[in-house]
């Protein structure tokens, strides 16, 4: 944890560049509420500020950019209701599409672990730079969520059937396969890192757009996701999750059956959200539409215990075994899954808005 004398998020301006780096490297720079809004007022204010031609995301240590939003100080905070939660995730979301809109040049470098929040900061930005150690995911089924700061709207818009097998599976991606997804941008080795922000934030250098294009010419590692994807395409395109697991059923294929026994330990009612959030989100208008049904469906997990228990398995008593609400995907209705996503008291929705 950052000291009182260390900033949870170092905000400052260096050359032409407004500068973000996440500073919790030991919690692997998970995202804390005080820093979702240290970020929003910094953003508001560089988008008057002259003098702030570019703004590049990074993370203190060599192992995250940001492993997620902090859950832990969600899940203690359930007995309290889900006023936390509610705030959290509201400023959060608020904060990913203000990333995605953003006025000026906004570059994010995805080197080290990306997941869940992390994935919200970087993904929705303009210019996305992965390196050959970044891992991004996003896990939600695995603690009772569904993939949320945008990332339904991102794994609708990914190739075939890509983003159902990343979200419903939480399955790792390598820098080369979130460039295939759309999750990340351009490749750049993450030795020449310190050198691509030196040139970005020096005042009076080649123009911020022309660094950016040289780095577009970076030649990309193949992605092993790739190779699978034909594999992917028939057997993640059931309109059903019990569909999945039958095709997976079906395949002797040794990543297939991985995947099955993995799906068969989340919860069922985040994967069948999950699958219908994605699926609903390929024909949403924006960003904010996506983050608008996210809000809701996290709201209830929440609020039904669903997201709770599984932080409670998987991160506080980490005994693995969480007792979902339903046992069995046959047990979770059509019915209780369209609850999730119906509309909140209208003060309570998140009611984001595409400019």
């Known amino acids: 944890m950052s000291t009182a004398a260390e900033p949870e998020v170092l905000i400052r301006i260096e050359g032409r560049a407004g500068r973000i780096t ?11 509420l005080g820093m979702v809004r240290d970020i929003w007022r910094a953003l508001l204010a560089w988008q008057s500020e002259p003098s702030v031609e570019v703004v590049l995301l990074d993370g203190a240590g060599e192992r995250a950019l940001c492993a997620g939003g902090d859950v832990i100080s969600l ?39 990306v997941m869940g ?14 390196t050959e150690r970044a891992m991004l995911a996003m896990p939600e089924t695995g603690i009772g969520l569904i993939p949320d700061v945008g990332g339904t709207w991102l ?5 075939g059937e890509l983003g159902v097998y990343l979200g419903l599976t939480g399955q790792r991606m390598s820098g080369p396969d979130a460039i295939e997804a759309g999750f990340s941008g351009v490749f ?11 040139r970005l934030s020096e005042r009076g250098g080649a123009p911020v757009e022309e660094i950016l294009e040289e780095i ?39 990543w297939a059956q991985k995947a099955r026994t993995e ?20 024909h949403l208008p924006s960003l904010e539409a996506a983050l608008n049904v996210e809000f809701r469906l996290c709201t209830r997990l929440f609020e039904n215990g669903e997201f ?38 209208p003060a309570e929705e998140l009611g984001l808005a595409a400019p």
Do not use: C
């Not at 092993?224 to 999750?241: E, G, H, N, Q, Y």
């Open 22 to 32: 996440m500073n919790r490297p030991k919690a692997l720079n998970a995202l804390t």
């Open 75 to 113: 899940y203690n905070s359930r007995g309290e209701g889900s006023g936390l939660a509610r705030t959290f995730w509201r400023e959060e979301y608020r904060l990913n599409a203000l990333i995605h809109r953003y006025g000026k040049p906004f570059v994010a470098f995805q080197d080290g672990i």
């Open 117 to 130: 929040g992390g994935i919200g900061l970087s993904s929705h930005a303009r210019h996305r730079i992965v």
């Open 155 to 159: 794994l609708a818009h990914a190739p």
């Open 188 to 198: 750049a080795p993450s030795s020449g890192l310190g050198e691509i922000k030196r």
């Open 216 to 254: 577009e010419e970076n030649p990309v590692p193949p992605s092993p996701l790739m190779a699978l994807k034909p594999d992917i395409d028939r057997l993640f395109a059931s309109a059903t999750v019990e569909g999945i697991l039958h095709a997976l059923s079906s395949t002797t294929l040794e």
């Open 263 to 282: 799906l068969l330990q989340k919860s069922p009612l985040a994967l069948k959200a999950t699958l219908a959030a994605i699926r609903q989100a390929r």
């Open 308 to 345: 709770p228990e599984g932080v409670r398995a998987l991160l506080v008593d980490k005994d693995k075994s969480p007792r979902w609400g339903a046992r069995e995907l046959e047990e979770v209705t059509a019915a209780a899954v369209a609850a999730l996503f119906e509309p909140l008291a």
